[in-house]
Every structure is written in C-alpha cells, then in structure tokens.
C-alpha cells in the first residue's frame, strides 16, 4: 500500500509526502514535470522501467535527487521498513 499528503499545490510547485509500506508500491506512471525526492527515513525502494528494468533507489535523510520529466516507473517497496520521501515537481520555473 502507498499513500500520499499533498502538502502544496500552486501554479509553480505540486509538494507531496509519499509512504510505501512494505509490499506495496506506487502504480506506473510517467512525470509531467520536472522533480526532485527529498529522503525523510533511510529505506531502499525499487523502480521498475516499462521494459522490466530494475533499479535499486536508495532513500537517505536530508539527501535529494533530480531528474526530468518524462520519467515512467512503478516504484516498489521490497523491505520491511516503511519508504518515506518528499517529492517536490516544478510546474513552471519562474521567468
């Protein structure tokens, strides 16, 4: 199971606290915006590609990662602990 708090959504900015419970996952889907994923408790997740690739995320306090939009993923958590990350999308960058 997956669950999600949408802690911002304006014209700019889409903010949501994600938690994954173990066994469960977030469906497919593909990222209109840009994003980035702010770690909140240390965990390991998995993201399955369209093609069946497998990667292996890891989630760290205070640490973040970036990418583009355009991504298309189901992510997975495999372990026994909780997954919890921020993810923060960019709607529009300012001019």
């Known amino acids: 199971m997956a669950s999600s708090r949408l802690l911002v959504d304006d014209d700019r900015f889409r903010i949501i606290e994600w938690t994954i419970e ?3 996952a977030i469906d497919q889907h593909t990222h209109e915006f840009d994003y ?3 770690g909140i408790a240390r965990s390991t997740m998995w993201a399955v590609l369209p093609d069946g690739t ?3 995320v890891q989630i760290v306090p205070g640490e973040a990662y970036a990418r583009e939009a355009g991504a298309t993923h189901r992510m997975e958590n ?3 602990a909780s997954v919890v990350f921020t993810e923060v999308e960019v709607k529009t960058p300012r001019a």
């Open 22 to 24: 173990p066994g469960g």
């Open 36 to 38: 980035a994923v702010v």
């Open 54 to 56: 497998e990667l292996e």
């Open 78 to 80: 495999r372990g026994t």
